[in-house]
Structures are given as C-alpha cells and as structure tokens.
C-alpha cells in the first residue's frame, strides 16, 4: 500500500474529519467569544473601574530612545485573554453538563421487559385452555 493510499486512509477516517469540524468550529467560536469579551463585556467592566481600556494598560519597562521603540508590558491585553478563557471554558462546561444530562436521561428510562419465551407462550395457552374447560 503507498504511502498516499494509506494517507487517504488515514484522512478519510470518521474520528479524523470529526476533529478538524470540531477544531474548525472551535476556532470560529474563538474568535465570537474574543469579540464579545472585547465589544461587550469588557467597556462596561471598564466604565466600572473609571473609564479604563483594558486593552492599553501596559507597563513601560523601558522608554523609546531614538528609533528604538519602547518596551512594554501589555498587561491588560492578557487580562482580556484569561477572560476569553474563562468564557469559552465555562461555555465548554454548560456544553458538557447539557450532554450529560441528556445522557442520564437516556440512561434512566427503564428497558422494555424481554418478551415471554416460546415455552411461556405455549404454557399460558395451555392454562387458558384448561380454565375454558373446568
């Protein structure tokens, strides 16, 4: 088997076309939580807080002198990040109960009873039959 026979293979697998979906609907999740951290959560927690940018607070480590620009410690663009993550991860964990949950359900319904056997069926009729006679 060549080397691309056993690529396709490999690539046309179930579990492998379920992971790029999901990597790719996880990507563009990314980017809606991001903007939403950004354009809505974070301007009000801003306004709280005086008016501040989260996304311009740094820390000068060293001033521009000359052409050289100036070092910074971009702070606040980490704190909006760990709030991106903490978002996605508690979308992701009401994501995982939900399913759970629905699992459980599933679980709980109680199964049909097994079906009588061809001797149980045989045996009832018999008895029907003898309750008609005596």
Known sequence: ?????????FAMRGNVVDMAVGIIIGGAFGKIVSSFVKDV???PIGLAVGGVNFGDLAMTLQEASGEVAAVTLNYGAFLQTVFDFVIV????FMAIKA???????EEEKPAAPPA?????????????LLNKQG
């Open 1 to 9: 088997m060549g080397m691309m026979s056993e690529f396709k293979a």
């Open 41 to 43: 959560v974070m301007p």
């Open 89 to 92: 991860a508690f979308a992701i």
């Open 99 to 105: 399913m759970n949950s629905m699992r459980k359900q």
């Open 116 to 128: 009588p056997s061809k001797e149980e069926v045989l045996l009832t009729e018999i008895r029907d």
